[in-house]
């Protein structure tokens, strides 16, 4: 984990060093262990690091290769960085670390814009060349390393700012903080997740999962679209049957878990005690893995909901013989654990796990600096309750079916809650009638998934366990986002998936190597009961933030609905029975938190 950040400027000026010095000094819980500068032409970089890979001040950024011309920056973990080396080396590069970050340097250098094809990893990175001017920026497949851009105004057309956050692009200044009408439909819609490109602010953009974009000096860009899964059953797999599948995607997890322990540091396990994170301990204690950490978080329980679920975490420690931690989290906690939370956030995010995970890796940071994670597996092999409904309906009927199923609320809902100046077209339904419509995918399942794992999971879940790791200078991997892994679920045909009352081919997999109790335990998740069913003290800081001056002047929302809502704060729920007065309060308190007015 690392934070980047830097500035392009295409009106013959230099970069605002102050305000790239800015951006990289907010991005420092992301990386704590050092910090640099570079400069040259109309290009600056900045970087924190978090050493995981190659320790030493020759693993520092940002990176200049003088022999290829090159000068990055770099977020994440390249799993394949040493096969990479060698076949580079065998070219002909000699290096002079360690660190796949110069791997990534010379990779460029020797394949061009496809060396993004080599990589098996997750990672954000911006590459300047010397010699052109020329900045190329990247994102993995699956959206794991987030890179945030804003355009800057200037004398003649400006330049652009990029950073591994958001609230790093606001440190910088110059900033446009309107709210972006088709974010907010979004936002109120799809539970909180805001798709790429766009992000709640009109000012700031997302660039999307698996692409390359090229940026001239003369401000050009050309974007490449460089993965995309066909979600369709492929002729490699004709024959193969459900056994043959649950090895096939066996075989599959274990290299993505394995691929996943590469570092110069320890890695330890972030275990829920649901099958996704149980299934990694077991793959890791199965690869020879002695002593591994594990980790888990739960709350007091409020409104007659429990808050923990550590009989299952236990079981799986004792299983493997894990060094476990437990963290139970008082509901008295909640309101100073909520602005961390909160303050970490580059977007807001209205599930209630992101402040369990900010607390879990304040606690976890105090032993390692790697963990992996088990999210992932329920959009990729369909885990979710509302999958079966999708599955039975011809594909034309689709995007509304899904939008019934899934959607916080209708389009039409929208007109009551916010103020007339914020509506604007059925944005969310138009996201998902696109996706639906594209080829490469053969079933209304199949589509379904598409979206979810490309556009919903990477912008809800992705970003959260991204976001509130990487404050307390924490990596998450998640090794059910192995892109090749990803690829064969995805031409997995989908009754198999549904199978067992979802994710039937991993549960045939768990049944291998985990307690059935834990393969067979009703569907879990991380809950905050004090926010779901607003407790005293998560209640007033709510009913603070929607009375403050700001969110008066902003004027989002309609007063009588804010009031409505807080008249009953445990009565009104979204369609998927989230608390609506918390998604209301929460983008609030987050615009509040970041200083935005």
């Not at 110069?264 to 793959?283: H, K, Y």
Request: proline share 6%; hydrophobic share 40%; charged share 25%.
């Amino acid at each position: 984990m690392c934070g980047i950040a830097g500035e392009i400027r295409f009106d013959g000026g230099r970069p605002d060093l102050a305000a790239v010095e800015r951006m990289t000094d907010r991005l420092a819980a992301r990386g704590p262990d050092g910090r640099g500068m570079w400069s040259q032409g109309a290009i600056a970089l900045g970087h924190r690091r978090l050493e995981v890979i190659d320790l030493s001040e020759r693993g520092a950024q940002p990176m200049t290769d003088a022999h290829t011309g090159l000068t990055g920056v770099f977020n994440g973990c390249i799993y394949n960085y040493r096969e990479l080396r060698a076949e580079l080396e065998t070219a002909g590069h000699r290096f002079f670390s360690t660190s796949d970050t110069e791997v990534m340097l010379k990779a460029y250098h020797e394949w061009g814009l496809a060396f993004v094809d080599r990589l098996f990893g997750m990672f954000a990175f911006a590459i300047a060349e010397h010699a052109t001017g020329r900045l190329v920026l990247g994102r993995d497949r699956l959206g794991v390393k987030p890179l945030y851009i804003a355009p800057q105004s200037g004398r003649r057309s400006g330049g652009l700012r990029f950073a591994s956050s958001l609230p790093s692009l606001l440190a910088g200044g110059g900033v446009d903080t309107s709210i972006d009408p088709v974010a907010l439909h979004q936002y109120l819609t799809l539970h909180g997740t805001v798709a790429a490109p766009h992000t709640i602010l009109a000012g700031v953009r997302k660039l999307p999962p698996a692409t390359v974009r090229v940026v001239e000096p003369d401000g050009s860009e050309h974007d490449t679209l460089y993965w995309q899964p066909r979600y369709e059953r492929l002729p490699e797999h004709v024959g193969m049957g459900a056994d043959d599948w649950r090895d096939a995607l066996m075989g599959a997890l274990r290299t993505a878990v394995r691929r996943r322990t590469v570092a110069d540091v320890e890695v330890g396990v972030l275990l829920s005690g649901g099958l996704d994170s149980s299934l990694i301990v077991a793959l890791l204690a199965e690869h020879g893995q002695d002593g591994l950490q594990t980790f888990s978080v739960g709350f007091e329980a409020e409104g007659g909901e429990e808050g923990d679920e550590f009989v299952y975490s236990d079981m799986v420690a004792r299983q493997f013989g894990t060094d476990h931690r437990q963290l139970l989290v008082p509901s008295d906690r909640l309101p100073e654990a909520l602005e961390g939370a909160v303050s970490a956030m580059s977007e807001p995010m209205v599930s209630h796990d992101v402040v369990a995970f900010h607390l879990l890796a304040e606690q976890v940071s105090k032993y390692v600096k790697v963990v992996q994670s088990g999210q992932g597996a329920d959009e990729i092999l369909a885990g979710y309750h509302w999958y079966p409904a999708l599955a039975a309906v011809p594909r034309d009927e689709e995007p509304e079916t899904y939008m019934r199923t899934y959607f916080d609320r209708p389009h039409g809902d929208l007109a009551r809650m916010l103020q007339p100046h914020m509506r604007g077209a059925d944005a969310s339904g138009d996201l998902v009638r696109t996706h639906m419509a594209a080829p490469g995918a053969r079933t209304a399942l199949d589509a379904a998934l598409r979206l979810d794992t490309h556009v919903m999971m990477v912008d809800d879940p992705v970003k959260r366990v991204d976001n509130m790791t990487s404050d307390w200078g924490l990596e998450a991997r998640v090794p059910f986002l192995d892109h090749e892994f990803v690829e064969l679920a995805a031409a997995c045909p989908p009754e198999l998936k549904l199978a067992q009352g979802g994710k039937g081919v991993l549960k045939d997999i768990g049944r291998q190597v985990l307690p059935r109790e834990v393969v067979d335990r009703p569907k879990g998740y991380f809950p905050v009961p004090a926010i779901r069913h607003m407790a005293a003290p998560v209640f007033e800081r709510v009913r603070d933030a929607l009375s403050a001056p700001a969110a008066k002047n902003r004027g989002i929302f309609l007063p009588s609905y804010v009031d409505e809502l807080l008249a009953a704060p445990d009565r009104h729920r979204t369609h998927r029975g989230a608390n609506a007065l918390w998604q209301v309060a929460l983008l609030e308190i987050w615009l509040q938190a970041h200083g935005i007015d």
